[in-house]
């Protein structure tokens, strides 16, 4: 018996979270969160206003998954400080245009760094 929703089958940044999203022109970037991977150790909410600690779960949460150049320093710095899977983070900084990680980036060549 195979298992045809296999989460291996995620092999680009596009294959998630993409089908109520806004066009690309106006929210170049997204956010991809593992959430399951979340520690809570807040530092994402020290430097980003999108990251919220939630008092419930304990785990961070992003307010917005798609996000503009306004945004994009803080959800970068967000991403990068992140403790969790080692230092290598989280949260994922995704540009939609070319669907490249651009943070944290721990592999160095924009690959999709999530592990689920």
């Given at each position: 018996m195979t298992d045809d929703s296999d989460?291996?089958?995620?092999?680009r940044a596009s294959d998630v979270g993409s089908a109520d999203a806004p066009?690309?022109?106006?929210?170049?970037?997204?956010?991809?969160?593992e959430a399951n991977k979340c520690f809570g150790a807040g530092k994402c909410a020290e430097v980003s206003d999108n990251w919220e600690?939630?008092?419930?779960s304990g785990i961070a949460k992003p307010n917005e998954y798609f996000i503009d150049e306004e945004d994009?320093?803080?959800n970068v710095r967000a991403a990068e400080i992140c403790p969790?899977?080692?230092?290598?983070?989280?949260?994922h900084v995704i540009d939609r245009r070319t669907d490249k990680e651009i943070a944290?980036?721990?592999?160095?060549?924009?690959?999709l760094s999530v592990d689920w």
């Open positions: 989460d291996d089958d995620i092999q066009p690309i022109e106006e929210k170049p970037y997204k956010i991809i969160f600690m939630s008092l419930a994009l320093d803080h969790a899977k080692k230092d290598d983070g989280c949260i944290p980036d721990p592999h160095g060549d924009g690959t």
